[in-house]
């Protein structure tokens, strides 16, 4: 009976009073309701793999990870076992690992950014994340990822922008521009800088369309 309900992807736990067996139940975790959709959605934005780590039975794991639409499922780990199998993944590509648990946090501290679930995740590991979501949503993570390379993007052309100024007006003042006029230019530079970055304040998430 163990053996069936384990290759059924449930989780096992046999009661017993003194010597005597009373039955087996098998447990199976469920996934939220809106993680088929936010993986969906991760992947218009580019992320093609997707690994579900669990300390679950690992033919949990893989029945939770089929029905959620995610590449791989490791089970039956523990949190040292975690953070072994990230520096893995790590050593090829950039790793993000979202996450709410106690387990999750040593693995969540050695990944590239780690996620925490703002109103269900513990303290440990809203300390260890690098981003927190401010609730219980999962929806928002396909927004954050986005977001946060909409900042990275920015960021490069405000760079560009700084620089590009910089270089302009010394050329210009060599080839006669006055000095007071390139001062003045180059302390309205931020202005332009400070008005590209509040575009972020408009950013969809498009893979909500």
């Known amino acids: 009976m163990v053996a069936g309900l384990e290759q059924r992807g449930r989780t096992t736990m046999v009661l017993r009073r003194g010597e005597q067996y009373l039955g087996t139940i098998g447990l ?3 996934p ?8 969906l959605r ?13 300390g679950e039975n690992r033919r949990v794991a893989k029945a939770v990870a089929m029905q959620v639409g995610l590449d791989e499922a490791w089970g039956d780990l523990m949190p040292e076992d975690q953070v072994a199998t990230t520096q893995r993944f790590w050593a090829d590509q950039e790793v993000a690992m979202p996450g709410d648990g ?5 693995a969540m501290a050695h990944v590239a950014v780690g996620i925490a679930m703002g109103a269900a995740g513990s ?6 994340a690098d981003v927190a979501l401010m609730g219980d949503d999962l929806t928002r993570l396909p ?4 977001l946060s390379r909409a900042t990275g993007s920015i960021i490069r052309q405000n760079l560009w922008i700084s620089l590009g100024m910089v270089a302009l007006l ?6 006669g521009l006055q000095i007071s006029v390139a001062v003045v230019l180059h302390d309205g530079s931020p202005l332009l800088v400070v008005t590209n970055a509040l575009r972020l304040l ?4 498009p893979t909500e369309t």
């Open 102 to 106: 106690v387990n999750d946090a040593p």
């Open 32 to 39: 939220r309701d809106a993680a088929a959709g936010v993986i």
């Open 28 to 30: 199976m975790g469920t």
């Open 202 to 205: 408009a950013y969809r998430d």
């Open 170 to 175: 010394v050329t210009a003042t060599l080839f």
């Open 143 to 146: 927004f954050v990822i986005g």
């Open 42 to 54: 991760v992947r218009k934005l580019g992320i093609s793999r997707m690994v579900m780590m669990s």
């Open 123 to 128: 303290d440990v590991a809203l300390e260890t």
